[in-house]
């Protein structure tokens, strides 16, 4: 028996979303678009003599992803070059898996938006989201539309013809060619890349956080608590988080000068603390405190006053007043960028 | 017309299909785009159906004052200019349209499926890790996978392999809950 031959064929590129993944087929006359999710399947269709254009935008999620896991590595690195036996080799591992994945994502490439436009939609294609993945499949898509529509030649570009009329555009029929719809906003003529509102909501949990750090280590000076140790490092960890959420949010967003080079400082005060607290643990184990796991350290710390210890009081003091220079100028700036955003601008 | 996605200026020619990123004339965003000539087509005003003049003309069976100009390729019946609907080099009333969706007889018109064999492969397979749902998980499992055999699974044309893994492992976990429950009955009589 002859074998069914397939009626799709499959695009590369696959997207990832919260609920599956979305994969492109081309189809004997359409290009179809199928979103999986784990027990279904969604179907759109986009006929080949429909497509207008397709388009590729830049987009920074590339450099996010490799800060991200960056993020993730480098910590993960110096802790396990700090930490005894199997803490070592486990950390270890981790900060290798991490740095396999800074690698891949730095091989695979540039990463993109693509958009398809019908005269009546204009559709994001989730699997085309790394410009070298997206090119390979628009030359395949690109001969199946054409074999359709034909090529797009020079003579659909005569002003004759554009004279003639608004054409397939059913949500801008008033429109005349050769103007723009709205004038190019004047920060735009010196940024050549779209700018998208901030919310400043990340910023403003790293504020936050950096404030109750403040007080905790202010609390630790003069209360010695297990509570307010362990407590401290919860708070130090999602400092850590927070600096790499507002790091990849700020990007191409409005969010002022003044606060973007917070977010930065914050990272340095991050790596100046690991670096004490390692510093720290190293002297303590030179002199013969060292404990056999982290969590009798922590307990060891809370035991010890900040009054007996010059360097506990010292960090606790670098804690307290980086924390504070970095958040109360912060928080003014943020309220500042609030006031002046104009009404209606709606948050990333 | 091809617009700029960002400050909708029209483009020029120069800046389609190039082999690096291009510039909008007037935004300056960068982008990549292939355009068609779909971009530069009129939109096809709607077929208005005329009106019935002569006896003895065929009229459309939805409009009795409308004459008809072709027949529903699926019922036969006559239609006006308004009632064709074409779908893939077929012409169908309003009536066989919807009839085709509900019935799935209309591929072209189905945007969602289940995907019945990878339910069955989860039930078979999922609930081993708390092995006493498997007493009522695996003939779950088998009933999906027999009563949904037939069923049409994905428009991308899938084996049956994740029913045939899902009826042998459902089907070892039905003859081990039976074997034991056997077992459990033997060892009480003796």
């Keep these: ?348 | 017309m091809l617009r700029c996605h960002h400050c909708k200026a029209a483009l020029p020619q120069s800046v389609l299909d190039t082999p690096d990123w291009a510039h909008c004339p007037e935004c300056g965003t960068l982008f990549r785009m292939l355009g068609f000539p779909a971009a530069f087509r009129r939109l096809d005003t709607g077929a208005g159906a005329a009106t019935v003049l002569a006896e003895g003309e065929s009229s459309c069976f939805y409009h009795p004052q409308k004459k008809a100009v072709l027949p529903c390729d699926g019922c036969g019946r006559f239609l006006c200019a308004m009632c064709d609907v074409e779908l893939s080099g077929q012409h169908l009333c309003p009536g066989c349209l919807e009839t085709g969706r509900k019935k799935g007889k209309l591929k072209q018109l189905q945007n969602h499926r289940l995907r019945y064999d990878s339910i069955s492969l989860a039930l078979a397979v999922l609930p081993m890790f708390i092995f006493w749902f498997t007493v009522f998980t695996a003939p779950a499992a088998i009933f999906v996978a027999l009563r949904y055999w037939k069923a049409p699974s994905s428009l991308l044309q899938r084996s049956k392999v994740r029913f045939v893994v899902a009826l042998l492992i459902a089907g070892f976990q039905v003859a081990g809950w039976v074997w034991l429950a056997v077992f459990m009955t033997m060892r009480r009589v003796s």
């Design chain 1, 1 to 348: 028996m002859a074998r069914k031959e397939k009626e799709y064929r499959r695009l590369p590129g696959r997207g990832h979303h919260l609920s599956g993944t979305s994969t492109l087929w081309l189809g004997p006359d359409h290009l179809l678009r199928v979103d999986s999710h784990r027990y279904a399947e969604d179907y759109k269709r986009f006929y080949y003599g429909d497509i207008q254009s397709i388009v590729l935008l830049p987009s920074t999620r590339r450099q996010s992803i490799l800060i991200a896991w960056a993020a993730v590595c480098v910590p993960l690195t110096l802790l396990a070059l700090f930490s005894p036996g199997a803490w070592a080799v486990f950390l270890g591992c981790l900060a290798g898996l991490a740095g396999l994945m800074l690698a891949v994502n730095w091989l695979r490439g540039e990463t993109c938006e693509c958009r398809l436009q019908t005269a009546v939609q204009t559709e994001v294609l989730r699997s085309l989201n790394r410009l070298r993945t997206a090119l390979k499949a628009l030359r395949l898509l690109q001969s199946r539309v054409e074999a359709i529509q034909g090529k797009l030649g020079p003579e659909f570009f005569h002003p004759e013809a554009d004279a003639a009329g608004p054409v397939s555009n059913l949500f801008e029929p008033g429109l005349t060619p050769g103007t723009p719809s709205r004038a190019a906003h004047p920060d735009l003529q010196q940024d050549e890349r779209r700018v998208i509102h901030s919310s400043g909501a990340a910023h403003a949990v790293l504020f936050s956080l950096l404030l109750l750090k403040a007080a905790i280590a202010a609390t630790d000076i003069a209360v010695n608590h297990l509570a307010l140790t362990v407590a401290g490092v919860f708070i130090y960890l999602a400092v850590a988080v927070a600096v790499v959420v507002a790091l990849i949010h700020q990007n191409r967003t409005d969010i002022g000068r003044f606060l973007r080079w917070h977010v930065p400082a914050s990272l340095g005060y991050v790596c100046a603390h690991f670096l004490l607290s390692a510093a720290y643990n190293a002297a303590a184990g030179l002199s013969g405190k060292s404990t056999d796991s982290y969590w009798q350290s922590l307990v060891a710390l809370s035991e010890t006053s900040a009054w007996e210890s010059p360097w506990l009081m010292g960090m606790s003091v670098f804690s307290i007043a980086v924390s504070l220079a970095i958040a109360i100028p912060g928080w003014l700036g943020l309220a500042r960028f609030w006031a002046l955003r104009p009404s209606g601008a709606k948050g990333a």
